[in-house]
């Protein structure tokens, strides 16, 4: 890896994979190429280990001459794709920007890198790397075998259902040009610079500022949480070492159920941040997600035994230094709810739910 573009680089594990990146590749430079909307914010690229090798460019992944040139300017010889909407409940208030980005912008860097790469010296040397979902395969039942790379696709929503197809373009552009691809398909992320709307931070925020840690349906939805750290080396190994045309599971080895995981992260603030009040008393049941998966799990099977990747962060660690970045970092915190309709979404997301 010597020139390297990033897409969605500014966005909560994008930007923990920069961080990560000039770290571990000292001569790498990178272009990060995000559109900063509102999970994208330049508040979570400040104090980068070597910012000189960190080039920034606010645009579309769908602007094919954008891509090309940044592609032809700056010698890209790796592509690592995180770009895309990834919010469910986002998708299903309004689909056609998942669409829009995770499919028709996946198809636009495929279509540059082909090109560029092909009439550059060939692919020889050359990664692009996908970064996908462990939703593209559906819902587990509470005895189901964790999901394997074998499993068959069985999206629930336009979210799952964007990001399924973005993966066959990738891998049709492996079988049918050669191009040198490889996928991961991850489970639930978790850790510093996530924005406030997915589970972690939203309950850790509400908790914080007194308001109701709403609870979908039962609670008993199961999810493999990953620390964003660990994630980040698992891409960076499969990049590098991987297989082309490969698919590789990424996951954290654990599964809670979300109730439990919520009555935890209200345990840790009580211990943290102590009020007359125990936290827990906020949590609140609320109306259920159309179409929510129950159970998702990652067989870390072949990662493990290919790469020799397993996760360094256990559930509990790796929650409780979550919710203290959070406590320690106000700033970056005020600055994402102060972001332009962040609480008009939370409003339209939740007012309808009792």
């Known amino acids: 890896m010597k020139n390297i573009l990033v897409t969605g680089g500014a966005g909560f594990i994008g930007a923990n994979f920069v961080h990560f990146l000039l770290q571990a590749e000292p001569q790498a430079k990178i272009v990060n190429l995000d559109l900063l909307t509102y999970a994208g914010s330049l508040e979570n690229l400040k104090d980068l280990p070597d910012p000189t090798r960190h080039t920034f460019v606010q645009g579309d992944i769908c602007d094919a001459e954008l891509v090309n040139r940044l592609l032809r300017e700056h010698q890209i010889d790796t592509v690592i794709h995180f770009a895309a909407e990834s919010h469910v409940d986002r998708s299903i208030l309004g689909p056609a920007p998942f669409v829009q980005t995770n499919v028709m912008g996946t198809f636009t860097l495929l279509e540059a890198a082909k090109t560029f790469w092909a009439g550059s010296g060939g692919m020889a040397g050359r990664r692009f790397h996908h970064v996908s979902t462990d939703e593209v395969f559906g819902s587990l039942s509470p005895k189901d075998p964790a999901f394997s790379e074998a499993t068959p696709y069985d999206p629930r929503s336009p979210y799952s259902a964007s990001k399924a197809a973005s993966d066959h373009l990738v891998r049709a552009y492996f079988h049918t040009y050669g191009l040198p691809v490889t996928i991961t398909n991850c ?79 209200c345990s840790i603030l009580d211990e943290l941040l102590p009020k007359p009040a125990p936290y827990a008393a906020l949590m609140t049941h609320v109306t ?32 409780r230094a979550t919710v203290k970045w959070y406590l320690e970092n106000t700033d970056w915190v005020q600055a994402m709810l102060e972001q332009d309709g962040y609480g008009d979404w939370l409003d339209k997301n939740y007012k309808n739910r009792s």
């Not at 589970?199 to 493999?224: E, F, T």
């Not at 490969?246 to 992260?265: A, F, R, S």
């Not at 929510?292 to 962060?313: F, V």
């Open 187 to 265: 489970s639930n992320n978790y850790g510093p610079y996530q924005f406030p709307e997915k589970l972690i931070p939203l309950m850790v925020l509400n908790a914080l500022r007194g308001k109701s840690l709403p609870i979908y349906g039962d609670g008993k939805q199961i999810r493999d949480w990953l620390y964003v750290e660990d994630h980040c080396e698992a891409i960076y190994r499969v990049a590098k070492d991987g297989q082309s045309g490969e698919t590789y599971n990424v996951g954290g080895g654990n599964q809670p159920y979300n109730i439990d995981l919520v009555t935890e992260i």
């Open 288 to 319: 259920d997600r159309p179409g929510h998966d129950r159970r998702y799990a990652m067989d870390i099977t072949k990662i493990r035994r290919e790469l020799g990747w397993t996760p360094r962060h256990d559930i509990e660690s790796g929650l």
